[in-house]
């Protein structure tokens, strides 16, 4: 399959994960990919890993707005957004700190409008179209414990989501959002202790972990021409999980 759509895209968190697969099966697909991470060095093996040239991969925090604007402006035909940067943490409301709440929606959601914002502003100056496509959760639409700082953070992404959608529509612009279920990522393996895990594997319909490449699929789908008329949507990509009802 290949995406009608052809032009550059920005992955943040580009260097592991969801972020790395998403690039990887985009660059085979004849997108021109540019990734965004914290770590140099990460970047480095990314790009080598991915085969992109050295300078496709840029060091910077999504938080930081001029380093943000600074990344948006230097990518030539930029067409597409992927905003997969994120942090995570399992633990119960009153265990939680002030600073670690601020901390997970600072990168997860500001982060994430810092660089759909620049984005569309440089769209609607160019007078042009783009994609935008959030990654957020599950945990943005249903009350999983443990997630009450995570879990804010992706309802404020989904919702994110939808009022940019509204805004921009009418300029060519589609914002979209994918809330993956439980995907086996470095960051799960670091985050899910071995009950969540068993706990996941008993209540998604499927019974198992998803892949970053599943994710990556749904991603590049609604960053295609073949999503065209999609705009707006929050797609759960979780085995089923959000919509389980009694099993059998």
Known sequence: ?????????????????????????LNERGWRVFLIDLKQEALAHACEELGLPAENGIACSITDEAEVEKAVARI????????????????????????????????NLTGSFIVARAAARRWLAEKRAGSIVNISSISGLCGNKGRSAYGASKGGV???TLVMATELGRSGIRVNAIAPGPIDTPLARAVHTEDVRRQWGE????????????????????????ASYINGQILAVDGGFINAGLAA
């Open 158 to 160: 989904n919702l994110l």
């Open 1 to 25: 399959m290949t995406d009608k759509t052809t032009g550059s895209v920005l992955v943040t968190g580009g260097a592991s994960g969801i972020g790395l697969e998403t690039a990887r099966l």
């Open 76 to 107: 030539a035909d930029l067409s597409g957004i992927v905003n997969s940067a994120g942090i995570a943490m399992d633990r119960p409301t009153v265990e939680t700190s002030v600073d670690d709440f601020r901390r997970i929606v600072d990168v």
């Open 203 to 226: 209540r998604v319909p499927q019974g198992r972990y998803g892949t970053p490449r599943e994710i990556a699929t749904a991603v590049a789908f609604l960053l295609s021409d073949e």
